[in-house]
């Protein structure tokens, strides 16, 4: 069984640190951004269903809003195929840093701009639901918060591009 040692004279089994902390990067960048969508989605979702009791022909542009959040699982997800060959076990600490920080980058980026977006798009759908005219203003507001989770996706892709 491979042994690493972490300080002097202490081994633990199971790989080298630099392997870990890149895949607890990872794991963070996944976990963190699927949570913040689903979350995201969930808050949407929940202001669609209250506007409809008022409006029920209004569920098309609802759907539609309620389903910006679950972006930022997507650019977690696709951050994690753009550095996972970079993971060995004979990798450096320095490139092991690199993942961790970008797993911490798109991982909290994605779950609080996802967070943030869907009370964005909550209110908007609440105004929908009141009769106002407010899809398309929404949605252009609602692309702000996106904006921070695309640009921590293209920091990964910066990152991987460094390693």
């Known amino acids: ?3 690493i040692l972490l300080t002097a004279g202490t081994a633990i089994p199971g790989g080298n640190a630099a392997y870990i ?41 609802c ?12 650019y977690g997800f696709g951050a994690f195929f753009i550095l996972k060959d970079f993971i060995t076990p004979d990798m450096t600490m320095i490139t092991a840093a690199a993942i961790f920080g970008a797993g911490l980058i798109s991982g909290f980026t994605n779950l609080i701009s996802a967070y943030w977006q ?15 005219n407010v899809f ?7 692309v702000y918060p996106e ?17």
């Open 63 to 74: 759907m539609i809003l309620s389903a910006l959040p679950g972006t930022q699982g997507l």
């Open 118 to 132: 869907s009370r964005i798009v909550a209110n908007g759908i609440e105004s929908i639901g009141n009769g106002n």
């Open 136 to 142: 398309s203003n929404t949605l252009i507001l609602a």
């Open 1 to 3: 069984m491979p042994y």
């Open 147 to 163: 904006l921070y989770a695309i640009i921590a996706f293209a920091a990964c892709f910066l990152i991987s591009g460094a390693l």
């Open 21 to 61: 902390i890149a895949w607890i990067g990872i794991f963070l960048m996944v976990a963190l951004s699927g949570i913040g969508s689903a979350w995201g989605t969930v808050i949407g979702g929940s202001a669609t269903i209250a506007a409809m009791k008022k409006r029920d022909d209004i569920f098309a542009n």
